[in-house]
């Protein structure tokens, strides 16, 4: 279960990368779209047991990690320099480098390996 959460927590933090942007386009729901470990490709729903991979990043710093119907709730905040996110429950601290960010796109890397998230506009 704490490894679990481990690897839920890694996976919103690479979801959460963003460089030269701000909290503010961070906020939303997003979905995991491409995972790549030592350049291969990852299967999402052979390794989660489900396609439906998100990441909910609230204003207030609340942050939501889902996994199908199972979720893990704890804080986020970027760096100062908008170069890492920092996912903390209290248990564990998990910091991923961001590769890429923009208002619909997200690509984040962290010891598990590089994740592409993309924003779910609020419609759906």
């Known amino acids: 279960m704490v490894m679990k959460k481990i690897i839920l927590i890694l996976i919103c933090l690479i979801g959460l990368s963003v460089t030269a942007q701000t909290e503010k386009e961070l906020v939303g729901k997003w979905i995991l779209v491409k995972w790549t470990k030592n350049g291969r490709n990852q299967d999402i729903k052979a390794q989660f047991k489900t396609t439906q991979v998100l990441q909910i990043f609230s204003e ?65």
């Open 60 to 124: 207030n710093g609340d942050f939501e990690s889902r996994i199908g119907s199972d979720s893990q709730y704890s804080k986020w905040k970027l760096s100062k320099n908008n170069t890492e996110l920092i996912v903390v429950d209290p248990s564990v601290s998990i910091t991923s480098s961001i590769d890429y960010f923009d208002t619909k796109k997200r690509v984040i890397t962290s010891e598990m390996g590089t994740f592409e998230y993309k924003k779910i506009p609020d419609a759906e």
